[in-house]
Protein backbone atom coordinates (compact mmCIF):
# COMPACT_ATOMS: atom_id res chain seq x y z
CA UNK A 1 0.00 0.00 0.00
CA UNK A 2 2.67 2.41 0.67
CA UNK A 3 4.59 3.54 -2.09
CA UNK A 4 8.28 4.83 -2.56
CA UNK A 5 7.06 8.42 -3.20
CA UNK A 6 6.28 9.81 0.01
CA UNK A 7 5.01 12.81 -1.37
CA UNK A 8 2.35 11.13 -3.06
CA UNK A 9 1.46 9.86 0.64
CA UNK A 10 2.23 12.35 2.66
CA UNK A 11 -0.26 15.17 3.08
CA UNK A 12 0.34 18.48 2.72
CA UNK A 13 -1.33 19.20 5.73
CA UNK A 14 0.63 16.71 8.34
CA UNK A 15 -1.02 16.81 11.43
CA UNK A 16 -3.97 18.33 10.37
CA UNK A 17 -6.89 16.46 8.38
CA UNK A 18 -9.47 16.10 11.11
CA UNK A 19 -9.85 19.71 10.50
CA UNK A 20 -9.96 19.31 6.91
CA UNK A 21 -12.45 16.17 7.19
CA UNK A 22 -15.03 18.58 9.38
CA UNK A 23 -14.59 22.15 7.04
CA UNK A 24 -13.33 21.74 3.64
CA UNK A 25 -16.80 21.55 1.29
CA UNK A 26 -15.09 18.86 -0.99
CA UNK A 27 -13.56 16.68 1.29
CA UNK A 28 -17.13 16.90 3.55
CA UNK A 29 -19.09 16.06 0.43
CA UNK A 30 -16.34 13.17 -0.27
CA UNK A 31 -16.40 11.65 3.12
CA UNK A 32 -19.52 12.51 5.08
CA UNK A 33 -21.53 11.86 1.53
CA UNK A 34 -19.86 9.33 -0.34
CA UNK A 35 -17.61 7.14 2.36
CA UNK A 36 -20.32 8.00 5.48
CA UNK A 37 -17.51 9.10 7.53
CA UNK A 38 -18.54 12.35 9.15
CA UNK A 39 -16.67 14.84 11.18
CA UNK A 40 -18.72 17.72 11.27
CA UNK A 41 -20.69 17.31 14.63
CA UNK A 42 -18.43 16.60 17.44
CA UNK A 43 -21.48 16.65 19.68
CA UNK A 44 -22.90 13.20 17.71
CA UNK A 45 -19.50 11.97 18.64
CA UNK A 46 -19.67 10.12 21.85
CA UNK A 47 -19.50 6.11 22.55
CA UNK A 48 -22.37 4.08 24.12
CA UNK A 49 -21.25 4.04 27.55
CA UNK A 50 -19.62 1.37 29.17
CA UNK A 51 -17.51 1.08 25.57
CA UNK A 52 -13.93 0.43 25.60
CA UNK A 53 -10.28 -1.30 25.19
CA UNK A 54 -9.68 -4.67 26.77
CA UNK A 55 -6.07 -2.83 27.69
CA UNK A 56 -7.75 0.17 29.36
CA UNK A 57 -5.97 2.37 26.80
CA UNK A 58 -8.00 5.51 25.73
CA UNK A 59 -10.71 5.23 22.90
CA UNK A 60 -11.92 8.21 21.53
CA UNK A 61 -14.54 8.79 18.79
CA UNK A 62 -13.83 11.48 16.39
CA UNK A 63 -16.62 10.81 13.52
CA UNK A 64 -19.53 8.90 12.90
CA UNK A 65 -21.22 6.92 10.36
CA UNK A 66 -24.89 7.55 9.05
CA UNK A 67 -25.72 4.77 11.03
CA UNK A 68 -24.29 5.83 14.47
CA UNK A 69 -21.76 3.73 14.55
CA UNK A 70 -17.98 4.73 15.76
CA UNK A 71 -14.88 5.94 14.31
CA UNK A 72 -12.18 6.27 17.07
CA UNK A 73 -8.90 6.71 17.95
CA UNK A 74 -6.92 4.30 20.07
CA UNK A 75 -5.03 5.41 22.95
CA UNK A 76 -2.75 8.93 23.36
CA UNK A 77 -1.59 11.35 20.57
CA UNK A 78 -2.69 12.15 17.50
CA UNK A 79 -3.62 11.69 14.32
CA UNK A 80 -1.18 8.87 13.58
CA UNK A 81 -3.02 6.66 16.03
CA UNK A 82 -5.05 3.46 15.58
CA UNK A 83 -8.62 4.15 14.07
CA UNK A 84 -10.95 1.62 15.25
CA UNK A 85 -14.70 1.42 14.18
CA UNK A 86 -17.36 0.58 16.47
CA UNK A 87 -20.79 -0.62 15.16
CA UNK A 88 -23.98 -0.64 17.07
CA UNK A 89 -24.39 -4.05 15.71
CA UNK A 90 -21.95 -5.48 18.39
CA UNK A 91 -18.91 -5.58 15.84
CA UNK A 92 -15.70 -3.86 15.89
CA UNK A 93 -12.42 -3.48 14.41
CA UNK A 94 -9.03 -2.02 13.26
CA UNK A 95 -9.38 0.27 9.95
CA UNK A 96 -6.08 1.80 9.98
CA UNK A 97 -2.96 3.04 11.79
CA UNK A 98 -3.24 6.71 11.49
CA UNK A 99 -5.38 8.95 10.24
CA UNK A 100 -4.03 9.37 6.94
CA UNK A 101 -4.55 5.62 6.01
CA UNK A 102 -7.80 5.36 6.82
CA UNK A 103 -8.42 8.63 4.49
CA UNK A 104 -6.77 6.40 1.69
CA UNK A 105 -8.78 3.65 2.45
CA UNK A 106 -12.21 5.34 2.33
CA UNK A 107 -10.96 7.70 -1.25
CA UNK A 108 -10.69 4.39 -2.94
CA UNK A 109 -12.97 1.70 -1.31
CA UNK A 110 -15.70 3.74 0.32
CA UNK A 111 -17.69 0.42 -0.27
CA UNK A 112 -15.34 -1.01 2.35
CA UNK A 113 -17.73 -2.17 5.08
CA UNK A 114 -19.22 -4.65 2.18
CA UNK A 115 -15.70 -6.17 1.70
CA UNK A 116 -15.81 -9.13 4.33
CA UNK A 117 -15.88 -13.05 3.29
CA UNK A 118 -16.69 -11.48 -0.70
CA UNK A 119 -15.04 -13.28 -3.63
CA UNK A 120 -13.14 -10.93 -6.20
CA UNK A 121 -16.41 -11.12 -8.61
CA UNK A 122 -18.63 -9.92 -5.88
CA UNK A 123 -16.05 -7.07 -4.15
CA UNK A 124 -16.35 -5.69 -8.30
CA UNK A 125 -20.25 -5.96 -8.65
CA UNK A 126 -20.12 -3.74 -5.10
CA UNK A 127 -17.55 -1.13 -6.69
CA UNK A 128 -19.55 -1.53 -10.34
CA UNK A 129 -23.12 -0.96 -8.06
CA UNK A 130 -21.53 2.16 -5.69
CA UNK A 131 -20.31 3.80 -8.97
CA UNK A 132 -23.81 3.21 -10.22
CA UNK A 133 -25.05 5.47 -7.49
CA UNK A 134 -22.56 7.94 -7.41
CA UNK A 135 -22.09 8.87 -11.15
CA UNK A 136 -19.28 11.21 -10.64
CA UNK A 137 -17.30 9.38 -7.77
CA UNK A 138 -13.91 9.57 -9.23
CA UNK A 139 -14.34 13.12 -9.64
CA UNK A 140 -15.60 13.79 -6.38
CA UNK A 141 -12.54 11.23 -4.45
CA UNK A 142 -9.55 13.35 -6.99
CA UNK A 143 -10.97 16.62 -5.73
CA UNK A 144 -11.01 15.98 -2.13
CA UNK A 145 -7.62 14.25 -2.10
CA UNK A 146 -6.37 17.25 -3.76
CA UNK A 147 -7.71 19.50 -1.02
CA UNK A 148 -6.10 17.04 1.62
CA UNK A 149 -2.72 17.52 -0.18
CA UNK A 150 -3.15 13.90 -1.90
CA UNK A 151 -2.11 13.29 -5.39
CA UNK A 152 -5.06 10.96 -6.75
CA UNK A 153 -2.20 9.48 -8.81
CA UNK A 154 -0.69 8.28 -5.64
CA UNK A 155 -3.60 6.56 -4.01
CA UNK A 156 -3.36 2.55 -3.35
CA UNK A 157 -5.48 0.31 -5.75
CA UNK A 158 -8.83 -0.39 -3.64
CA UNK A 159 -7.81 -4.13 -3.44
CA UNK A 160 -4.14 -3.12 -1.99
CA UNK A 161 -6.53 -0.84 0.46
CA UNK A 162 -8.65 -3.97 1.29
CA UNK A 163 -5.87 -5.84 1.52
CA UNK A 164 -4.22 -3.52 4.06
CA UNK A 165 -7.72 -3.69 5.82
CA UNK A 166 -7.60 -7.60 5.91
CA UNK A 167 -4.01 -7.94 7.53
CA UNK A 168 -4.79 -5.03 10.33
CA UNK A 169 -7.82 -7.42 11.47
CA UNK A 170 -5.89 -10.70 12.10
CA UNK A 171 -2.71 -9.14 13.55
CA UNK A 172 -0.90 -7.45 16.27
CA UNK A 173 -3.13 -4.33 15.84
CA UNK A 174 -6.25 -6.24 16.13
CA UNK A 175 -4.85 -7.70 18.98
CA UNK A 176 -4.31 -4.30 20.69
CA UNK A 177 -7.47 -2.92 19.75
CA UNK A 178 -10.00 -4.98 20.92
CA UNK A 179 -12.50 -3.73 22.15
CA UNK A 180 -15.46 -4.68 24.72
CA UNK A 181 -19.47 -3.62 25.16
CA UNK A 182 -20.98 -2.50 28.08
CA UNK A 183 -21.38 -5.72 29.63
CA UNK A 184 -17.78 -6.35 29.38
CA UNK A 185 -17.92 -9.00 26.46
CA UNK A 186 -15.52 -8.66 23.59
CA UNK A 187 -17.17 -7.39 20.44
CA UNK A 188 -17.43 -9.56 17.31
CA UNK A 189 -14.75 -8.81 14.97
CA UNK A 190 -15.36 -6.50 12.57
CA UNK A 191 -13.98 -8.59 9.89
CA UNK A 192 -13.68 -12.44 10.38
CA UNK A 193 -13.42 -13.53 6.78
CA UNK A 194 -10.37 -12.41 4.84
CA UNK A 195 -11.57 -10.65 1.48
CA UNK A 196 -10.01 -12.01 -1.65
CA UNK A 197 -8.28 -9.50 -4.10
CA UNK A 198 -10.27 -8.37 -6.87
Known amino acids: MHRSNAS ?67 GEGGEE ?33 DAPGRTARELQAVADEYRQNVPDLDRRRDLAARALGLDPAGLPTDAAALARLAELSRGPVAAACLVLGYEGDPLDPLFGATPDRP
Not at 28 to 36: E, I, L, M, Q
Not at 81 to 98: I, Q
Not at 105 to 113: D, F, K, M, Y
Request: aromatic share 8%; net charge negative; with cysteine.
Open 8 to 74: ADVPAHPGALLPLLASDGRVVGFFAGVADLDVTNPADHELEDGVRLASGARLEQFARAGSGDAFCFV
Open 81 to 113: RPVVYVSLDGEAGPLAVGLPDLVRLCLVAPWWR
